[in-house]
C-alpha cells in the first residue's frame, strides 16, 4: 500500500510538474504573445521601434487639396526625420473645415481605417458618444511612457477637463485657447492713413472705404467660400446675448442662445431681424468691392494673399493663427471682447484621439509627442493648412489679457446626442452651404428674398427638430457660465 501509495503521489506530482509546466509555457506564450502583437514593445526597459510602422491621421484643414498643397514640403521632411527618429512614417488626410458636419460622420459609420483622428466636444459625433461607443482608446496608462513631453507639459487640470469617466482618451491640442473671433488687418495701412484701431463695423467700413479710394492694388478684404463663416462669427459675437449653443457644427451656421440669462433657450439667428438686417450690410459690402468678386469660387489660400501685401485684411479666431501678435505688421479687431463674449473654450473642442482598434497605439503617441515637441511641426496640429501669419510676439501678455476678459464656455462640459436628427442636422448643413454661404458674402442676389427663401429651406430641412431636441436635453444640464 505503501508502493501504491507512493506511486500515486509520483504519478500525481508528475501531473502537477507537467500542469505547472504547461500553464508556465502557456503564460509565457501568452506574455510573448502581447509583447509582440504590439509594434513598439518594451524591451529590456527600451522603447523598441525595430518594425517599420506607417500611420494614418484625419486631421482638420481648409481642403484636401489646399492642405497637400500647402503641406507636401513639410510632411516629406517630417515622415524624413520620423523614420530616422522612430521608425515611422505617417500618411496624413486633411477634413475640409466646411465638410466636418459631413465627413466626420461619414469616417465612423463607415468604419474608416485610421490610426490618429481629431476628435471634439462640438463635432458630430462628438468626442464623448466616440467614447461611449468604444470607438476611442484609453490613454492613461500609455502616455506616461510613451508620451512624455505630452505627459509632463499638459497641466492635471487640462488632463481632467478631457476625462471621460475619470479616463484620458484624447490629448489636447492647445492648454489654452480663446474664441477671439476678429478682423486681422494690416497696421502699416492704418498708420499710413492715421486712423484708429478699429472697434465697431462703422470703423471697419470706414477702413475698407479708405483701401478703395487709396490703393489702388489692394483688396480690402480676401475671404472665400472656406472663410464666409467668418462674417456668421462677426454677427454673433457683436450681438450682446447670444451665446454659440451645441447642436449643428460650429464649421456651418449655428445655433445660439437667446441670451445670457436662459442658456437653454435657444435661437438660430438666421430668423432673426439681425440677420435679415446683416444680410442686406453684406449685399452693400459686395457691391463697394469689399472682398473680391470671385470670394463665392475662390479656393485660394487666403493668409498667403494678405501676407503678399495684396489684400488689407482677413477674418479669424486670431488664436488659430498664432500663439500671440506682431503689434506692428498687423492689428486686430475682436469681436466679443466688448459685450464680454470671448469664449475660453474647453480642452475637448480641439483634441487629437487614437482609434481603439488601431494596431499601432504606442507609435502613433510617440509621433503625436513628436509632432506637439517640435516648432516646425506642431502647425500641422494646431493650425491645420491655415498656416501661421503671426509669431511668438508678446505672447504672455496676450494670453494674460484674455484670461482676465474671457468667460467659461457655458456649454462646455454639455455633449449633444444627434442620433435622433442626424438627418436634419445634415440637411441643414447641406441648406447653409447652398443658400447661406452665398448670402452672407452678398452673391445671392436681393437679401430679403434670398433670406426668406433660406429660411423656408431651413423650415423643410427640419432645423426645428433640431433646436427642440437641443432644448430638451439642456432641460438638466447645469451651467457653468
Do not use: H
Not at 472697434?199 to 471697419?204: H, Y
Not at 494673399?305 to 488664436?319: T, V
Not at 498664432?322 to 466688448?338: A, H, L, T, V
Not at 499601432?360 to 496640429?381: K, P, Q, T
Request: glycine share 6%; proline share 4%.
Amino acid at each position: 500500500m505503501i508502493r501504491t501509495s507512493r506511486r500515486k503521489s509520483k504519478g500525481a506530482l508528475t501531473v502537477i510538474i507537467i500542469i505547472l509546466v504547461g500553464v508556465v509555457l502557456g503564460y509565457s506564450v501568452l506574455n510573448s504573445s502581447i509583447v509582440t502583437t504590439s509594434s513598439t514593445p518594451i524591451v529590456d526597459g527600451q522603447i523598441d521601434t525595430s518594425r517599420y510602422v506607417k500611420l494614418s491621421m484625419l486631421l482638420i484643414g481648409p481642403s484636401s487639396t489646399e492642405a497637400i498643397m500647402d503641406y507636401k514640403d513639410i510632411i516629406a521632411r517630417l515622415n524624413k526625420e520620423l523614420k530616422d527618429s522612430i521608425n515611422t512614417n505617417v500618411e496624413i488626410t486633411f477634413i475640409p473645415f466646411d465638410e466636418i458636419g459631413r465627413e466626420y460622420s461619414l469616417i465612423f459609420n463607415s468604419k474608416e481605417t485610421y490610426d490618429v483622428i481629431y476628435a471634439s466636444s462640438r463635432a458630430n459625433p462628438g468626442y464623448f458618444k466616440l467614447v461611449e461607443q468604444e470607438n476611442l482608446k484609453e490613454l492613461d496608462e500609455l502616455l506616461p511612457i510613451y508620451a512624455k513631453n505630452i505627459w509632463e507639459n499638459i497641466s492635471p487640470d487640462v488632463w481632467d477637463d478631457t476625462k471621460y469617466k475619470g479616463k484620458i482618451y484624447g490629448i489636447p491640442l492647445e492648454e489654452v485657447k480663446y474664441r477671439a473671433n476678429s478682423l486681422i488687418y494690416r497696421g502699416d495701412l492704418l498708420e499710413k492713413y492715421e486712423m484708429e484701431p478699429l472697434m465697431s463695423l462703422d470703423d471697419i467700413k470706414e477702413f475698407m472705404d479708405t483701401i478703395l479710394i487709396e490703393e489702388i492694388d489692394i483688396t480690402p478684404i480676401v475671404i472665400n467660400e472656406n472663410s464666409a463663416i467668418s462674417l456668421y462669427d462677426m454677427l454673433v459675437d457683436l450681438n450682446p446675448d447670444w451665446i454659440p449653443a451645441p447642436g449643428i457644427p460650429q464649421s456651418s451656421l449655428y445655433l445660439v442662445s437667446k441670451s445670457k440669462e436662459n442658456m437653454s433657450d435657444i435661437l438660430y439667428p438666421v430668423f432673426s431681424n439681425e440677420f435679415m438686417e446683416f444680410a442686406k450690410e453684406m449685399r452693400d459690402w459686395a457691391e463697394k468691392g469689399y472682398w473680391q468678386e470671385e470670394a463665392l469660387t475662390d479656393n485660394s489660400t487666403i493668409i498667403d494673399s494678405l501676407e503678399s501685401g495684396k489684400d488689407g485684411s482677413i477674418f479669424g479666431n486670431i488664436f488659430d493663427y498664432s500663439n500671440g501678435f506682431n503689434d506692428q505688421k498687423y492689428r486686430f479687431f475682436c469681436f466679443g471682447e466688448k459685450n464680454q463674449k470671448v469664449i475660453k473654450e474647453s480642452a475637448v473642442k480641439n483634441l487629437l484621439s487614437i482609434n481603439s482598434d488601431s494596431r499601432n497605439v504606442e507609435r502613433a503617441l510617440m509621433v503625436i509627442d513628436f509632432i506637439m515637441d517640435s516648432e516646425e511641426f506642431n502647425g500641422l496640429f494646431t493650425y491645420g493648412a491655415q498656416g501661421q501669419i503671426f509669431k511668438d510676439i508678446k505672447q504672455k501678455e496676450v494670453l494674460d489679457y484674455y484670461e482676465n476678459i474671457s468667460i467659461e464656455d457655458p456649454y462646455g462640459g454639455f455633449t449633444f446626442d444627434a442620433t435622433s436628427v442626424e438627418e436634419e442636422i445634415q440637411s441643414v448643413i447641406k441648406v447653409n452651404s447652398q443658400y447661406g454661404i452665398p448670402i452672407l458674402l452678398g452673391k445671392a442676389g436681393d437679401p430679403v428674398e434670398a433670406v426668406n427663401r433660406y429660411r423656408e429651406k431651413l423650415k423643410a430641412a427640419g432645423i426645428q427638430k433640431i433646436i427642440d431636441a437641443v432644448e430638451e436635453q439642456l432641460k438638466d444640464f447645469s451651467f457653468i457660465y
